[in-house]
């Protein structure tokens, strides 16, 4: 596939799109199935890389999985499960960090399991430790090796009680993979509890597994010996109904997101109100688009959820840069969020990052010299430039970049926003949107 677009900035998207499910969540619903004793279904599939990347894995273990892409169904068969070739692994594994949640199923299927280097954007540290760690107190043997960690369950894997020391999303989808099949009671403090973390723990609870879920972050699980197949439609991609929402006010646009749903963006739609956009919500999805006249500045951190998403900020940042006045955006889940900014800085944004705090929400990242506070002064208008996409949500942030820019800008590395966006050239063709790519 071909890697540079060149955009003719300029012009407001206008029209509609559909968004399916979520990244986020859909790659974590085809692991699930590994632990299963028959078939599921997963519906509302998205054609992106991460899903062809988890079955090219599954695949490798001996998974069968038929797609009908059109309809967005993918069906998966593990009663054939069998270890995979090292060598297979780590070829698929370069561009995902999915094969660290394979561990848990595995170790149930066939006792062990082996980890190669991991990918992943380069947002941050991101380190698996959390994962091993939760994977030996349920009774598993880590082993470094030269190629990477070869994991084993001799004795099996028992429940046990763990405190995350940050409500970490991927090592509490961890914890639900590894416990819902462990022998005993499992308690887990300091939870995630984003919706794509609760809707796999609908996916298995339809399997079998017997899960509660406290409001003070805890999540209980009674293990279960053994797992049905089930069948799913995927909960709706927040972060990409978010993407287009700040792309509809950033370009002056007028976007309808069908497929978008109200309930798991309620923080981002009052951001999105206090921005000065405006979006009507009904049975079929959101419109959003921006009114006209000046938007407004806003100060704004980041916080797992019930928070304002991390993977929202960024978008969010380019249509900030055509508020009125100052904005103060604060990262605190990601230490190395900011690095987009300098292509926007270079496309004539005034954008300033610090190392301090510039909010009151409880950071990890205060002196320690990560630059995760951003001013953004405006309203400026951009021009375009020659951008290389660093990341998948910074990616798309800079797509939006040059799509509000005068002129023609290159964007170059967009093969990594096919990781996530399902499409996108052809959703932003059915917006009006003018670019070519090379």
């Not at 049905?228 to 991609?237: E, F, I, M, N, Q």
């Not at 969020?337 to 800085?345: C, K, N």
């Not at 990616?395 to 005068?406: C, D, E, P, Q, R």
């Amino acid at each position: 596939m071909r890697d540079v677009l060149q955009i003719h900035g300029g012009t407001p998207l206008e029209g509609e799109i559909t968004v399916r499910g979520a990244k986020n969540f859909v790659s974590k619903a085809m692991v699930a199935a590994l632990l299963g004793d028959g078939p599921s279904e997963l519906r509302n599939v998205p054609v992106i890389r991460d899903v062809a990347v988890v079955t090219g894995l599954l695949e490798l273990h001996g998974v069968t999985v038929t797609a009908d892409q059109a309809a967005g169904v993918l069906t998966l068969d593990p009663r054939n499960v069998e270890s995979a070739h090292v060598a297979d692994i780590d070829a698929h594994a370069g561009s995902s960090r999915i094969p660290i949640l394979f561990c848990g199923p595995l170790l149930h299927r066939l006792g062990e399991a082996f980890i190669p280097d991991l990918g992943g954007c380069r947002i941050g540290d991101r380190p698996i430790n959390y994962h091993l760690d939760i994977l030996r107190q349920f009774g598993a043997v880590v082993e470094k090796r030269e190629q990477g960690i070869h994991i084993r369950a001799p004795r099996g894997l028992q429940g046990t009680k763990i405190e995350l020391p940050y409500p970490s999303v991927g090592a509490t989808e961890q914890l639900l993979l590894t416990a819902v099949r462990a022998d005993g009671l499992t308690e887990l403090s300091n939870a995630a509890i984003e919706p794509e973390i609760l809707d796999l723990i609908n996916v298995l609870q339809k399997m079998g597994a017997i899960i509660s879920v406290d409001t003070d972050r805890v999540i209980r699980i009674e293990g279960v010996p053994r797992l049905s197949g089930y069948r799913h439609t995927a909960l709706s991609d927040r972060i990409e109904a978010a993407s287009w929402a700040s792309a509809a006010l950033a370009t002056r646009g007028d976007i309808m997101v069908r497929g978008a749903t109200q309930p798991e963006m309620t923080t981002f739609l009052n951001t999105f109100r206090k921005v000065g956009g405006e979006f009507e919500v009904d049975d079929a999805g959101i419109r959003f688009f921006h009114p006209g006249g000046d938007l407004r500045s806003i100060v704004l951190e980041t916080d797992v959820h019930p928070g304002f998403m991390t993977d929202w900020q960024q978008p969010l940042v380019v249509a900030l840069t055509q508020a009125k006045g100052l904005s103060i955006v604060h990262e605190t889940v990601y230490e190395n969020r900011f690095g987009f900014t300098d292509a926007l800085v270079g496309m004539g944004a005034t954008i300033q990052v610090y190392r301090e705090c510039l909010g009151g929400h409880a950071c990890r990242f205060g002196q320690r010299n990560f630059y995760h506070s951003a001013v953004i002064s405006g309203p400026t208008p951009l021009a375009a430039a020659d951008i290389e996409v660093p990341d998948l949500r910074g990616g798309f942030s800079h797509l939006i970049a040059a799509l509000a820019a005068k002129g023609t800008s290159a964007v170059s590395g967009i093969g990594l926003i096919d990781r996530g966006y399902e499409h996108f050239t052809e959703k932003l063709a059915a917006l009006g949107a003018e670019f070519s790519r090379d």
